[in-house]
């Protein structure tokens, strides 16, 4: 699709004839050059360079002074706007202090719960959809076309339209209001496109790896694990990052299945306190960063598969 | 044997105790791992079960890989929106049959009629808007010395939850009347400017443009990579060329970048469009719905879960779902254009 850097290209160019005759710089590298200088051109064009300024301060100005403001004391918070704190910086971590431990908040509760609900509900999720991406890519049976459209098309659903009687259900089973029915929701969320993505990766793999595993007697479970598997570590992670930050930044799925607080996630605290008491900005500050900031580092040191996967899954349908 | 059924019962109540109530970090921890632990053993045993090249019947193995997927898609998605769609012909206790009077009362009702106007204005504003700034500001930075960085700053609102992000606004937003020494940013602006403060979140109906602003904040980074791999990946030969007709600048964007990356404009535009119809995070934390600042997706969870009205919540998923479908048909409709003329 377009947004594949075209590997074709990379390998016709050697072979432009005006390269085999000689007598003229390569074409690639001439492009290449062309595009360096309309880089320069971009640049130096000031209207530019000033948009593109304006814009990287109005996507992170907002952050930047909720950010400062989590350190200011109270009274200084209260008294007047974040941008004073350059001229009379006055740093504390109270603030952090009363929202992680504080007998109003106690943060440190919710942050467990939110590590409790993630990590099942990345692995649950990634283990069935793999497997059922390699049925739907290697294993040949009948109804396989329509049942994969079909899984397909599941994407577009709406979880609103599934939450009521899945509330009823787990009330039934008496599940409503525990761990478990948060984990399962958001792991059936997942399944979609899970399936979908981590199906176009497998699809990726050449067949003749597939085949000559199966010449040498191996099974579905064994081609599964020792082909397929550690071909398809980059897909996973890919598609572990999405369902990490997914499930972590969630509110709707924790408000409606968990938002007891034994096991409502931080989202859920957060948006209460947001509801509740929305002028204590330290507390609102120094929280909103302590939900930000694992997201954060997962998503900077992963950035790459991220991106990888963010393509494979909107441009490759 | 009586002594017996109290032993069993004791044991499950043991259990299902710790399987259900887990309040202490240490008691949550170990529940996780047991979780997973379980998952994994039954997992595997399914496996283990059909790992037998030959004697095993492939319908048998087919279950065992796609089986449970499809068991839990059938369970979590089919079957509950086949049954909301069933419900929302229902009044408030799902007890009486009342026809379409769910959907007329959405479509009739002033205030849902707010409801249905400032989805629509969601749904146009976000995807177009945060397209515009992410192509924009893909193609300023393009290969040029920051790049990297400079996409990291627009990019970083994905990482965080619309929770966070709407906390980050709100402080943006505060305001104090004019007396006082202003906190939030916008207002402060104002007040430089020799203006009154303003209340971003309580005017209506301007205050939805300023709740639609965050997510546009938050999307801009995704129409970035998109847009901007695939403006790497427009062909060096047509740059080149068009450059060699004299073509800059502006007149380039508009003849050559932005018709070259359609496809994947398109599908950020309709990727972002379904994922505005469903945020309810933004408008929850930031006004609560009040304000006439409720869309549907907000909506529903009012009338679902807070005035327990659930024959009109479902009502409104339904909705809610029959919007998504025309943007989908759309999507798809574009992408097979695509493939056919490559």
Known sequence: MTTNPAPPQAFATPTDPGEVTGGRPPGRGRAVEARAERARNKLSSPWASGLAILIAIAWTVPTLGLFVTS?????????????????????????????????????AQYVLNSVVVTIPAVIIPISIALLAAYAFAWIDFKGRNILFVAVFALQIVPIQITMIPLLTQYVRWDLAGSFWAVWLSHSIFALPLAIFLLHNFMKDIPPSLVEAARVDGAGHVQIFFRVLMPLLVPAVAAFAIFQFLWVWNDLLVSLVFGSQQQVAPLTVRLAGLAGDRGETWHLLSSGAFVAMIVPVIVFLSLQRYFVRGLLAGSVKG | MENIRLWVEYFWEQISGFLLDAETPVHKLLLM??????????????????????????????????????LALAFGLVYPALRTAYQSFFNRNGQEFVGLDNYVTAFVQPEFQVVLRNTALWVLLVPTLATFFGLVYAVLVDRTRFEKAAKALIFLPMAISLVGASIIWRFVYEFRDAARAQTGLANQILVGLGLEPYQFLVNAPWNNVFLIAVLIWIQAGFAMTILSAAIKAIPDDIVEAARLDGLKGVQMFRYITVPSIRPALVVVLTTIAMTTLKVFDIVRTM??????????ANEFYSQSFVQGNGGMGAALAVILFLIVIPVVIYNVRQLRLSEEIR
Request: aromatic fraction near 12%; proline fraction near 6%; hydrophobic fraction near 55%.
């Open chain 1, 71 to 107: 350190f200011r004391p109270v009274q200084d918070i209260r008294a007047n706007g974040w941008w004073n704190f350059f001229a009379a910086p006055r740093v504390t971590l109270e603030n952090y202090r009363e929202v992680l431990f504080g007998s109003e908040t106690s943060l």
């Open chain 2, 33 to 70: 791992l047991v979780a997973i632990v379980l998952f994994v053993v039954v997992m595997g045993a399914i496996l283990l079960a059909v790992d037998r090249p030959k004697r095993v019947p492939n319908w048998l193995v087919t279950a065992a890989f796609a089986g449970p997927a499809l």
């Open chain 2, 287 to 296: 006004t609560g719905g009040n304000f006439g600042t409720s869309v549907v």
